[in-house]
């Protein structure tokens, strides 16, 4: 029977064990924590940031929120003012502007109007998420567009003069026996009229006024296309999302998708929200590059533990 190890014989088995368990924490930390540009990893979600449209407020949005909420992300919906193109989107700019993390920008309907001049000149807005939507290029309003690509809106809406202040104006309000047909035909009847009581009204400068940015020219973008909009005409939108160059999908949705299809919508969002895969890089011939570097590290942890290993054995089995 072999005798035990002579002290100094232990203390390099003892060793070998630390290199190998080293070797292979080393290798177990190589592949778990994947490595991002400057040497560091993230795992941060951008703020998705709501933005509603004209005869609504932001709780339109409440199921696409909850559901990104769930997720994980952090949302805001802000209250649209809806006095203006050139007053609203300088109110969600500075809005932005207290957002110190990454964001996606979502507009329903007028807000799609808004979030393309809101974007301009912010870096933190990494993509652009248009529901149903307005997406005017720079000279272009609302109500050009529709000229364009006429709906029924003009038979659903009806003018009242307002004042505040010394400012006055015209506010746009849809008729409340027109909004099932026209602007939510598959919603119950009873949350429509809910819907007709509680709507805010439009400043007709809103679609009056012409966009002076248009942030899909240099910002990602995504489009749902609501095949069965009566409030703006489906072919705008695809028109819209061709012109962008914007990732599109179409369902079968009247003009408030967000709160009939809020599935459909958060899956849209999250395909904004989520950092498309990077291109693995290209070997060079001398075997440089991030993909080598971590092969060269894993295949040296595994030779060192092993040689560790048979190395601890040899000294077990030696005699002193």
């Not at 099932?180 to 009873?190: G, K, N, T």
Request: glycine fraction near 6%; hydrophobic fraction near 40%.
């Amino acid at each position: 029977m072999a005798s035990s190890p002579a002290p100094d014989a232990r203390c390099r088995i003892r060793h070998a064990h630390l290199v190998a368990a080293g070797s292979a924490a080393t290798l177990c930390a190589a592949v778990a924590a994947p490595a991002v540009a400057g040497g560091t990893t993230t795992t941060s979600l951008p703020t998705i940031v709501l933005v509603h449209g004209a005869f609504a407020d932001a709780s339109s949005w409440n199921g696409v929120a909850e559901r990104l909420e769930r997720r994980g992300h952090h949302v805001i919906a802000p209250a649209n003012p809806l006095r203006g193109l050139y007053n609203d989107s300088t109110y969600i700019a500075s809005v932005l502007d207290d957002i110190k993390s990454p964001i996606v920008l979502v507009g329903h309907s007028y807000g799609g109007a808004v979030i393309s001049s809101a974007a301009e000149g912010n870096p933190r807005v990494k993509s652009l998420v248009y529901v149903s939507a307005l997406m005017p290029d720079v000279g272009e309003s609302g109500m050009s567009l529709s000229a364009r690509f006429p709906s029924e809106l003009d038979t659903a809406t009806k003018s009242v003069p307002f004042r505040a202040g010394d400012v006055s104006g015209t506010d746009l309000y849809l008729k409340p026996d027109k909004i099932h047909q026209v602007f939510a035909a598959d919603l119950p009847e009873r949350a429509t009229r809910i819907m007709a009581a509680t709507q805010r009204p439009v400043a007709t400068t809103a679609f009056s006024e012409r966009a002076k940015s248009a942030a899909w020219k240099h910002i990602p973008s995504w489009l749902l296309v609501a095949k069965q909009d009566r409030t703006i005409n489906p072919d705008q939108e695809r028109f819209e999302a061709r012109r962008a160059g914007s990732h599109t999908v179409e369902i079968d949705s009247s003009h408030v998708a967000m709160i009939s299809h809020p599935d459909e919508v958060t899956d849209l969002v999250l395909q904004a929200a989520t950092p498309a895969e990077p291109a693995r890089p290209a070997l060079a011939t001398s075997g440089a590059g991030a993909a080598t570097t971590l092969t060269g590290l894993a295949a040296s942890s595994l030779l060192a533990g092993a040689g560790a290993v048979f190395l601890g054995r040899r000294l077990k089995r030696r005699k002193p």
